[in-house]
């Protein structure tokens, strides 16, 4: 059974940096896309970063030129290195690996959440 384990959330200043880490353990064929996630009280959970395994990235508009995201597919692992962080910024963060099958399926499976707070 693949799960996923996320770390790097905390608290941080408006203008700071933090860097979630995301590692997936467990019976893996291969990892298609690896993205992150967040939710803001009160709000859905939006697509924040994804990368394919090919190394092809996409971002939302509110963090492009902020945010990164990378991948080591020797780890199972994705980051998320966030600079200039703003209150706005604050939510639990998701990761979500798209896992492929020998069979040729694929499935979604999501990490437990880590907490990014971003005082101002």
């Known amino acids: 059974q693949v799960q996923l384990v996320e770390s790097g959330g905390g608290l941080v200043q408006a203008g700071g940096s933090l860097r979630l880490s995301c590692t997936a353990s467990g019976s893996i064929f291969s990892i298609n896309a690896m993205g992150w996630f967040r939710q803001a009280p009160g709000k859905q959970r939006e697509l924040v970063a994804v990368?394919?395994?090919?190394?092809?990235?996409n971002y939302a508009d509110s963090v492009k030129g902020r945010f990164t995201i990378s991948r080591d597919n020797a780890k199972n692992t994705v980051y998320l290195q966030m600079n200039s962080l703003k209150p706005e910024d604050t939510a639990v963060y998701y990761c979500?690996?798209?896992?492929?099958?020998?069979?040729?399926?694929?499935?979604?499976?999501w990490g437990q959440g880590t907490q990014v707070t971003v005082s101002s």
């Open positions: 979500n690996y798209n896992v492929a099958r020998y069979s040729g399926s694929s499935y979604y499976i």
């Open positions: 990368i394919t395994r090919g190394g092809s990235t």
